[in-house]
């Protein structure tokens, strides 16, 4: 009831601007400073990428195909590499517009809807293309992802036509499926968890669902618009239709994320890797006898954990549900492979990643804070100044990893199984400032603490993190790399944390001031677009 | 690879290769056309009729020398990618090639251009009969009119990848990428791969390659910087246009000039954007080398203030990192996005600097990772790449104007010196 009604007022104001809750994925959020984004290889005075002028990306596909889950994972994407990307979804105005406990009229997709109807989406419709070009014409946006159905090739080609008029390009997304199963799924995951369908049954509820979208949107046309710049997915990524896109490295790009994009919902863990023998980065040590029990106590409460989760699902009616298997990724480390140990012993696939290596720390080593800031003010200056690009001597900087970990990415979309990372704090900083579409400023200074495990639940609109609390875990392992300290990486082992903040990171960005601090049951913003609710 | 002759499926092949290569993934092409010249080395079409059973025996036997070669080099040389260049028109020839491969664990992934497109067909035609050893030495007409009917023959027996096939991961590039579908892409490599071949084109261009006029600190012998160009750096960007002009490039085209962010890069580019039929674009990512704590010092400063690191870059000039600087790998990663866009776009120069020269320059013609580092770029020289069917033709234009020497060979003392006449 809350959001409802702040998405009202927000969609009313002058300019329709989503904010999520600070503790949530900041997708939505657009970061006040022209920040450079995590992986972004170079900038242009206008802020917009790849020599490419304004693109607008635009939806087609009935609901519960997963356009929603595809705009917001490109965006992220795109985000990432530094293009400026904001996602409009028309169920969000077409929400705000009509009024709360109204339902939306029986014609409104109709191709001869009434007078009435007809008007109501013109205003809704009018009200979000404002903003797009607002976005594009005073905010220095390059992509605004236009995310609706739009079922009618006559209305595709308007759309291109008024578009280009504004000098705009315009690139149709399609996700086209005919294979049952997928469209279950996703109708199961994101469409009837809402308040209409309380008390119904899975399958009640998926079979009302589908006859009411039928009904609401009786006709539907696929692409073939030759004249048109399309990608079209079908069955959620099997095969890719690639109709004329022409402007150049950024759709190729796109086409290349949606090869290993899919819309299945995997859960994807972070855990720390345990302590080793020896701190420091050139001898890749193995675990400690305090790392050890850490890997066996991380490895019975993630089981438990995922037993949990499945317990509460069949609670919740899912009759057949089966958690998908679970895949471990470390990298090629000793302390992390080793920290994999029992999940490898009890049948788990663990794959080594190499480039899932720590940060390089350079000649900064194992060397005391004390002594990094004698031997290298400068460095430490240039280091406050940017702690994300700041590369100290003969390390690497986040930025460096985080376009080393690229690959990491487009596979981490590929992935099919639930996923348990086990790496160093450097790296999970990065990854999840990728999954939670952090400011880059941000991510030097996220925190994972040993004794917690972090959750990442994808929701078609958002990405959810939640922390598991590892019991039992001895207290001087547990702290993070010390989040102040002015050095690069931190020794990977036990470490305490330095008192007094230096430099702690600026106040009111998207992302929570000291790292993550999700609480322990997330506030879930329900996503109700109105065409999830016909 | 999968389609008729003339769609430019070596061009394809061989780049695919070389960008793999170029990344550090081991890639080879095993073209079967060079297995069936060992016995036929200049067939004429009537090799290629459908029921000429002979030549229908020739060509399936080098195809099967092809496989079972490039099935070897996967399991005794660590092979990565194979690239099997041949027509592989008909269905029945994919299955054995695909069954074939998982039968020795190789994922397949097929790549079809098919084009209808008259005037891309003849342009390709046109430069197989001059490139093509099945035609060295031959009347051009009497080639092009025996390769026009070896590709009628191919045609009669040709099966397009389709829904029977659909089981496969496969690629179908239809007229040079206008659409492109993409079926079943399983791992990463083969999404990198796809998303590579789609920026590639195969009309014919020319690249262009330059350092910047000699600098203020090449006089002094001092490395990185933002430097202004000499007076002799200043000569050779007013030549530059004329120095285009000498090696020549078609009327009426648009030829696009990309340059670093640094002075000395746009200020030799300056005369030519002024050239009618110019454009022009800056990329961060195609400045310098970032060497670190040591921009700005000489070679001997280096040598003086950081020995063990004059050492070290000696012995692995590739994966050397300067201190706070970058390694010539790191300059490749940054400059994927180039190469890409490079491959997208059609005449362009690129105005820029030793190391990123180097990098592009390897990537052009293949140059191993240990010698890329080493090779010698001089000042004042436009090097001109035009890529064929099969392989990068490259020139050189000398611009008669005397600079500083920036090279310095492996193992030698910190001065600049003179390349080696016999190494040229």
Same mark, same amino acid.
């Given at each position: ?6 998405? #009202? ?97 029986? %014609? ?98 998926? !079979? ?18 030759? %004249? ?58 193995? +675990? ?8 066996? !106590? ?10 949990? @989760? ?12 089966? +958690? !998908? ?56 200056? !240039? ?27 487009? @596979? ?94 600026? #106040? ?27 | ?26 890639? &080879? ?46 399991? =005794? ?80 027996? $040709? ?10 991961? $496969? ?33 014919? &261009? ?111 000039? $590739? ?6 600087? =970058? ?13 890409? =866009? ?25 140059? *191993? ?6 090779? =010698? ?9 035009? *890529? ?37």
């Amino acid at each position: 009831m809350d959001t409802l009604l702040t998405a #009202e007022i927000v969609a009313n104001s002058p300019r329709f601007r989503r904010k999520s809750s600070t503790f949530v994925d900041a997708i939505h959020d657009l970061p006040e400073k022209a920040d450079l984004a995590p992986a972004q290889l170079y900038s242009t005075e206008s802020g917009r990428l790849f020599h490419s002028g304004r693109i607008v990306i635009i939806t087609v596909g009935l609901p519960a195909r997963g356009k929603t889950h595809i705009s917001v994972a490109l965006a992220r994407y795109l985000r990432w590499l530094g293009v400026k990307t904001r996602i409009f979804h028309l169920g969000d105005y077409r929400r705000a517009t009509i009024p709360f406990g109204e339902d939306m009229p029986d %014609d409104y997709f109709y191709v001869n809807a009434s007078a009435s109807s007809v008007l109501l989406r013109q205003k809704i419709v009018r009200k979000c293309r404002e903003d797009i070009y607002h976005f594009l014409n005073h905010e220095n946006g390059q992509i605004a992802i236009y995310d609706a159905v739009n079922p009618l090739a006559a209305g595709r080609r308007s759309l291109a036509k008024e578009f280009a008029k504004h000098d705009i390009e315009t690139l149709f997304i399609e996700s086209w499926c005919d294979d049952e199963r997928i469209i279950e799924e996703n109708v199961r995951r994101v469409k009837i968890s809402s308040p209409d369908y309380v008390g119904w049954s899975w399958e009640d509820a998926v !079979k009302h669902y589908l006859t009411r979208i039928s009904s609401r949107i009786p006709q539907f046309q696929t692409m073939e618009e030759k %004249d048109l710049n399309y990608i079209k997915m079908i069955n959620a990524g099997e095969r890719l239709i690639v109709n004329n896109c022409s402007f150049g490295y950024l759709s190729h790009r796109i086409v290349f994320y949606l090869t290993n994009l899919h819309i299945k919902s995997r859960h994807t863990y972070f855990a720390r890797a345990g302590v080793s023998q020896e701190a420091t980065y050139k001898s890749d040590s193995s +675990l400690s006898e305090q790392g050890e029990e850490y890997a066996t !106590k991380m490895t019975e409460c993630l089981l438990r954990h995922r037993e949990t @989760e499945k317990q509460e699902m069949l609670d919740r009616g899912e009759q057949k549900y089966e +958690l !998908k298997p679970l895949t471990v990724w470390t990298s090629t480390r000793r302390r992390t492979i080793e920290t994999a140990k029992y999940l490898h012993e009890s049948g788990y696939k663990v794959r080594q990643r190499s480039q899932m290596s720590q940060l390089n720390p350079g000649v900064c080593e194992s060397m005391s804070e004390g002594r990094i800031r004698l031997e290298y003010p400068e460095e430490v200056a !240039k280091h406050d100044l940017d702690p994300y690009h700041h590369r100290y001597p003969r390390a690497e900087s986040y930025h460096d990893l985080a376009v080393r970990l690229e690959p990491i990415i487009l @596979e981490l979309e590929r992935e099919q199984n639930d996923l348990l990372i086990i790496a160093h704090e450097s790296v999970l900083r990065v990854l999840y400032g990728y999954l939670m579409a952090c400011n880059a400023a941000d991510i030097p200074f996220l925190e994972f603490p040993r004794d917690e495990i972090i959750e990442i639940i994808p929701e078609s609109y958002q990405n959810e993190a939640r922390r598991i609390h590892i019991p039992g875990l001895p207290k001087e392992i547990i702290p993070g790399s010390p989040q102040d300290l002015k050095i690069p990486v931190p020794p990977s082992g036990v470490t305490t944390p330095m008192a007094g903040g230096l430099g702690s990171p600026q #106040e009111g960005l998207a992302t929570p001031q000291n790292g993550l601090r999700t609480p322990r049951e997330p506030e879930r913003i329900t996503q109700q677009h109105v065409e999830d609710v016909v | 690879m999968v389609g008729l002759p003339a769609r430019g499926k070596s061009l394809i092949a061989g780049k695919a290769m070389r960008y793999l290569a170029w990344v550090g993934i081991p890639a &080879r092409v095993f073209n079967v056309g060079r297995y069936r010249r060992h016995n036929t080395p200049q067939p004429s079409a009537k090799f290629f009729e459908p029921h000429n059973e002979e030549g229908e025996k020739m060509r399936r036997a080098a195809a099967e020398a092809a496989v079972s070669d490039m099935l070897a080099w996967f399991r =005794e040389d660590q092979g990565v990618v194979a690239i099997l260049d041949a027509t592989n028109s008909t269905r029945e020839r994919r299955r054995w090639i695909y069954e074939s491969c998982e039968k020795e664990n190789v994922e397949t992934l097929f790549v079809e251009s098919t084009c209808d497109d008259e005037e891309v067909i003849m342009n390709n035609i046109l430069e197989v009969k001059t490139t093509s050893p099945d035609y060295k030495g031959q009347d051009p007409e009497m080639a092009a009119l025996d390769f026009r009917t070896r590709i009628r023959n191919y045609e009669q027996v $040709y099966e397009t990848i389709d829904e029977n096939e659909k089981h496969y991961t $496969y690629v179908k590039l239809i007229n040079v990428g206008s659409t492109v579908i993409i079926n079943q892409i399983k791992d990463y490599l083969s999404s990198r791969l796809v998303y590579y071949i789609q920026n590639l084109h195969i009309k014919p &261009r020319s690249i262009w390659l330059s350092r910047h006029g000699e600098s203020e600190y090449n006089l002094v012998g001092k490395i990185g910087g933002d430097s202004s160009i000499s007076e002799r750096g200043e000569a050779y960007a007013k030549v530059l246009p004329e120095l285009m002009r000498k090696s020549g490039y078609p009327p009426n085209t648009k030829i696009v000039i990309w340059t670093s962010t640094l002075k000395r890069t746009i200020q030799t580019a300056r005369h030519l954007a002024g050239t009618p039929g110019f454009g022009k674009l800056e990329w961060k990512a195609l400045d310098e080398l970032d060497s670190g704590v040591c921009d700005g010092l000489t070679y001997k400063d280096i040598a003086d203030q950081y020995p063990e690191d004059f050492a070290a870059r000696d012995e692995d000039k $590739y994966n050397y990192r300067y201190r706070g600087g =970058e390694s010539y790998r790191d300059v490749v990663i940054r400059l994927e996005p180039i190469i890409m =866009e490079l491959e997208r776009s059609e005449n362009v120069i690129i105005v820029t600097h030793q190391a990123v020269l180097r990098c592009i320059y390897a990537y052009f013609l293949n140059t *191993p990772q240990e010698q890329s580092p080493w090779m =010698e770029v001089p000042l004042h020289t436009l090097i001109k790449l035009t *890529p064929r069917a099969y392989g990068t033709e490259e020139q050189r234009f000398k611009a008669d104007i005397p600079a500083v020497s920036t090279w310095r060979g492996k193992g030698t003392s910190a001065h600049h010196q003179e390349f080696p006449a016999d190494q040229k």
